[in-house]
């Protein structure tokens, strides 16, 4: 791109860059993200598959004091709609919040498992199976 748009994002935290930087990823990949997150804040996410599960972990970024270090407060998010493809040998029709032990319901459709986090203070582990 003629433009720096990832560096006036990192420094300025503007949202219409970051919506552009989104949207360019998403193109390039073609809408092959594995992960789809709905919902509000600023959310880290890290999606691992192991030999029988998805391990997603969650690190809440919102923050009065964001961009800036240390963090004086931790501001809880949710709830986050949480959308994740599944391998071919993957049920993907179970969920285990290991932070919050939260309960929800998980729906499969068309390869992918969708479910809802109600709320993250910190962060959150998830495994689906």
């Excluded at 420094?11 to 193109?27: C, E, F, S, T």
């Excluded at 919050?100 to 729906?107: C, G, I, M, Y």
């Amino acid at each position: 791109m003629p433009a720096d748009i990832d560096r006036r994002f990192g420094r300025d935290n503007l949202p219409d860059h970051g919506d552009l930087l989104a949207n360019i990823v998403r193109w390039v990949a073609r809408d092959t993200i594995p992960l789809v997150l709905d919902g509000p804040g600023l959310i880290d996410c890290h999606l691992y598959r192991q030999t029988e599960h998805l391990i997603l972990h969650l690190v809440n970024l919102t923050s009065a004091g964001t961009w800036r270090a240390p963090i004086h407060e931790l501001i809880s998010v949710g709830p986050l709609r949480i959308k994740a493809k599944l391998p071919e040998d993957l049920r993907g029709k179970t969920v285990r919040f290991l932070v919050s032990r939260q309960k929800t319901n998980v729906a499969v459709k068309d390869g992918w498992s969708a479910f809802e986090i109600k709320s993250v203070l910190d962060h959150e582990v998830v495994v689906i199976g």
